[in-house]
C-alpha cells in the first residue's frame, strides 16, 4: 500500500475520468483515500449518524462510494486469495472471518466458512444484513463507507432473492406467460425486463431499474445463460411451459447475481447511485401478490 498526498476536490474533479470496461466513469486516483480527505468528510455530517439514517441514496453520492468502492477494489487485492470471490473478500476486510475456527485474520479459502452472496436464498447467515455500528458517537467516514458497501451487497442478493421466490410462485405463472410477446424470440432476459417493470411496487423503483439494466449485461463466459434461448433457436414465440419458463428466469437471476458478486465493475455498475442503499425493498409477499393479481 502507498500513500499519496491528497489532492483537493477541485483537483480530484479534475482528474482524468477512468473508465471501466462496462462503461461507468468514475473519477479515480490509484492510493486516493477520500475517508481521510476533509473536504470530503466536512460535507457528510448526517451521513456518518448511521443509527438514525438508514442507507439512502442521497449519502450514497455524499460519502462518494463508488469511488470509495474503487478505491477500495485497487488498493485492496493483497487482502484476496486467487480464487476469492471480490465481494467475498470484501465482507471479510468489513467483517473479519465467520466460523468458529477463523480466530486469526486469513486469506485462506478452505480453513473459514466464506461469506457468499450468490446465492439466490433469502435466509443465508453467509450473506447477513449490516447492523450499523452500535455507538453513541457518528461513525467516521471510512466506517460508513465500508458499512455502504456490505449494505449494497446484502440489498442487491436480498432484491434478486425476492424477484426470483415471487416469480417462482405458482400463482406467478399466468403473469408469466401473459408477458411473453407473440412476435418476437423471448428469451429469460427479455421476459424479465417486461416482468419486473410491470409488477414491481413503489418501494423498489430505483433498484428494480438496476435490475433491469444489469439482466441487459451478456453473462459472460465464466456463467453461461443456460436456460435462456430456447425459443429463439426454435424460431418460437415459445416452447416452454409456464413452469419451465419460471426456472428459467430463476436461472437467469441466479446469473446475474452471481456475475455482480463476483465481477467488481458489474457489482458498482448496478449499486451506483445508492440504487440500493435504501431499506424496505419490496418484500417477497407483496410482489408475490402483485404478480397474481396484477
Ligand atoms: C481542501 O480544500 C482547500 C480549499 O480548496 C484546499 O486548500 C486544501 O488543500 C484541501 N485539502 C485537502 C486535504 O484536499
Ligand atoms: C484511509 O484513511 C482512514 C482515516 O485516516 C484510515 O483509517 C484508513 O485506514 C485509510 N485507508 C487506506 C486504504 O489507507
Ligand atoms: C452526527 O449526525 C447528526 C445527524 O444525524 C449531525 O447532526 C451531527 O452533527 C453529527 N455529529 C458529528 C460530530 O458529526
Ligand atoms: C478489481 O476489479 C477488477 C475488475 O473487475 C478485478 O479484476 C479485480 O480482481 C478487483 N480487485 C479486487 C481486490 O477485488
Ligand atoms: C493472501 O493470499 C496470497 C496468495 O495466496 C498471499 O500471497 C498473501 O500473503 C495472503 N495475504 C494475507 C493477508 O494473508
Ligand atoms: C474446527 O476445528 C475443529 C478442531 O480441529 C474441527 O473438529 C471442526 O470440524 C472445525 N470446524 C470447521 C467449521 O471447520
Ligand atoms: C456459494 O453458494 C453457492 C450457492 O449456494 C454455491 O454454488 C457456491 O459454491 C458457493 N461458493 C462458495 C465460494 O462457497
Ligand atoms: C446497541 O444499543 C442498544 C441500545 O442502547 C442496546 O439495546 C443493544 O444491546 C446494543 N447492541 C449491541 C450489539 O451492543
Ligand atoms: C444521530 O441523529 C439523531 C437524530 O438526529 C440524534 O438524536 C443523535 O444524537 C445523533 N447521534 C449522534 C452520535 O450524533
Ligand atoms: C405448484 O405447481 C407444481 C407444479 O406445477 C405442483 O406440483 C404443486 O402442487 C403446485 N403447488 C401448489 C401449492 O399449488
Ligand atoms: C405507486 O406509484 C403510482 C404511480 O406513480 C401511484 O399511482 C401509486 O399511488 C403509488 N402507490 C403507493 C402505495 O405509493
Ligand atoms: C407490503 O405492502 C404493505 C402495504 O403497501 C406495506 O405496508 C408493507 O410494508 C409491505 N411489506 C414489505 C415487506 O415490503
Not at 411473453?180 to 410491470?198: F, G, H, Q, V, W
Not at 465464466?222 to 419460471?246: D, K
Not at 458478486?261 to 458489474?266: A, G, L
Request: proline content about 8%; aromatic content about 6%.
Amino acid at each position: 500500500m502507498f500513500v499519496v498526498t491528497l489532492p483537493s476536490l477541485a483537483v480530484l474533479l479534475a482528474l482524468p475520468t477512468y473508465t471501466l470496461a462496462s462503461g461507468i466513469p468514475v473519477v479515480v486516483s490509484p492510493g486516493l483515500n477520500l475517508s481521510s480527505n476533509p473536504n470530503v468528510t466536512a460535507h457528510i455530517p448526517s451521513c456518518t449518524n448511521l443509527t438514525n439514517n438508514a442507507p439512502n441514496p442521497y449519502c450514497y453520492t455524499k460519502l462518494q462510494e463508488t469511488a470509495y468502492l474503487t478505491n477500495w477494489n485497487l488498493t485492496s487485492p493483497e487482502l484476496c486469495a486467487p480464487d476469492e470471490l471480490w465481494s467475498t473478500c470484501y465482507l471479510r476486510s468489513v467483517y473479519g472471518k465467520p466460523g468458529p475456527n477463523c480466530t486469526s485474520l486469513t486469506n485462506s479459502t478452505t480453513t473459514c466458512a466464506q461469506y457468499n452472496c450468490t446465492t439466490l436464498s433469502l435466509s443465508t447467515p453467509l450473506c447477513p444484513e449490516p447492523t450499523p455500528p452500535n455507538s453513541t458517537h457518528n461513525a467516521t467516514v471510512a466506517t460508513a463507507e465500508a458499512y455502504y458497501g456490505a449494505w449494497s451487497i446484502y440489498a442487491l442478493q436480498h432484491h434478486i432473492a425476492t424477484w426470483s421466490a415471487a416469480l417462482a410462485a405458482n400463482t406467478s405463472t399466468a403473469a408469466i406467460l401473459a408477458a411473453l410477446n407473440p412476435r418476437l424470440p423471448n428469451t429469460a432476459t427479455s421476459l424479465l425486463a417486461t416482468l419486473i417493470p410491470k409488477y414491481g411496487l413503489n418501494s423498489s423503483i430505483n433498484a428494480d431499474a438496476a435490475l433491469v439494466t444489469l439482466l441487459k449485461l451478456p453473462t459472460g463466459s465464466a456463467v453461461p445463460q443456460l436456460a435462456e434461448g430456447n425459443a429463439r433457436l426454435r424460431g418460437e414465440s415459445s416452447s416452454l411451459t409456464g413452469p419451465q419458463w419460471q426456472e428459467a428466469l430463476v436461472i437467469r437471476l441466479g446469473q446475474v447475481l452471481d456475475l455482480a458478486m463476483r465481477r467488481f465493475e458489474t457489482f458498482l455498475g448496478a449499486v451506483k447511485g445508492g440504487a440500493f442503499s435504501a431499506v424496505g425493498l419490496e418484500g417477497v409477499g407483496n410482489l408475490t401478490r402483485s404478480l397474481r393479481d396484477g
